[in-house]
């Protein structure tokens, strides 16, 4: 079976292939399995984005979604994450999309499962379907990734999202700058090729910038934060939108804390991609739920009915 559980599983080359699949939806082509498949979407954490728009790609596969919700589940009698999933492969479900706040929440899923498994974001550890449809973007804006410059700014320490970009990024010929609070970049854990600068150095010479929420939920309570400072400091404010280069956009995995880590000006400006990214979303997972359930056991038989 094929499960995507990290970015940094996918070579290159399947990175390319997934974003073309996508990027095939996106062009009007249509798939659906031969026969009836059932799907769960488990969110231990909560989601806007990523919980509808697996929803929207399963319904345009023509799946059926299986409804399951955390907190009308046995989950709240004690039930753990492998009880949970086994038992929806017991009922029939054919695949599950999980998100859950224990970084590497798979592990414990490695042995017994026969199902495949898609991680929609594991603690601070990857969300592989948000780094490919940032890839999408990226891919679809400039038709490469050789040469490029992504900067990545904010809170990149507790940033699942920067560290499933960066590996991929890397490998597919990008350079990566890292920027925001120093207690949030930890400097002598860049990946190799990464460097740290102010976000005004690191704004100007982007052909990318990336900016990442604050992470308040994984602070652990201690987080003193003054948002008109982070502004001033390390936000895209009008100012700084100036420095950067003609034909540059601006990324946000979103929610975005408008007026914190990007002007609310800028939200919707002519650079920013920040809803692109999202209608990008519905392709890039209808790609990996077609790549997992074509390989679940061996491959089966489907339509392709464009
Ligand atoms: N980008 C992202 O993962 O958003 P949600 O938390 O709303 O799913």
Redesign the pocket.
Known sequence: KWDLLTTSQLSAKEIQEIILSASEFAGGEMWQPKEKLFISNLFY???????SSFEMAERKLGLEVIPFEVQTSSVLKGETLYDTVKTLEAIGTNAVVI?HSTDNFFSELEKGINIPIIN??DGKGH?PT?SLLDLMTIQQEFGRFTDLTVTIIGDILHSR?ARSNADALIRLGAKVVFSGPEDWVDQNQLPPGCCYMSADEAIELADVVMLLRVQHERHDGKLLFDKNEYHRKHGLTLEREKLMKQGSIILH???VNRGVEIADDLVESPKSRIFKQMENGVYIRMAALKRALENRNGGLEYVDSN
């Open positions: 954490e909560p989601s806007t984005r990523t919980k998100r929609a974001g969300h948000q999202v995995p979103a929610p």
